[in-house]
């Protein structure tokens, strides 16, 4: 229910800043700053989309949790969007969404509402394994009377 109260109150709100800010600088100031938002929101979603590429490339390397930069490239691409759509609004949302503390909030937000489960045991990783009587190990077959084959 409360998803669709969004659907209908953000196109509202979004109106009325457009017939108040019309009204306070006219038309054509009203569509040069939303054209320059949308512009600047690309901008902004290539510069900071290529710096969360980079965490995500370094913690991908040095074998740490994705999950951070991922979280954060999520949340650039959503700004991103919101300023790229016409509307004073949704820019403001999607400027606050483009500074990595904003993001840091939302996403403790959002970790404090999702519980995370492991299925069936499995964890990722080179030799990370929950029972510690599992040994990893190479095999090969012999056959019978025969030699290993290389």
Not at 75 to 86: D, H, N, R, S
């Given at each position: 229910m409360w998803l669709f109260a969004v659907f209908i109150m953000v196109p509202l709100i979004?109106?009325?800043?457009?017939?108040q800010i019309g009204g306070w600088l006219t038309l054509w100031p009203t569509l040069g700053i939303v054209l320059g938002t949308a512009v600047v929101g690309s901008w902004l979603l290539r510069w900071q989309g290529s710096q969360v590429l980079r965490d995500l490339q370094q913690e991908m390397q040095s074998l740490g949790n994705p999950l951070s930069p991922l979280a954060h490239g999520a949340?650039?691409?959503?700004?991103?969007?919101?300023?790229?759509?016409?509307g004073f609004f949704t820019d403001c949302l999607g400027i606050l969404l483009m500074l990595p503390p904003v993001r840091h909030v939302v996403i403790r937000l959002i970790l404090a509402r999702v519980s995370a489960k492991t299925l069936g045991g499995f964890s990722y990783g080179p030799g990370k394994t929950r029972d510690p009587?599992?040994?990893?190990?190479?095999?090969?077959?012999i056959p019978p009377g025969g030699r290993p084959q290389p």
């Open positions: 979004e109106i009325a800043l457009f017939i949340l650039v691409l959503v700004g991103g969007v919101m300023m790229i759509l016409p009587g599992v040994i990893d190990g190479d095999f090969s077959e």
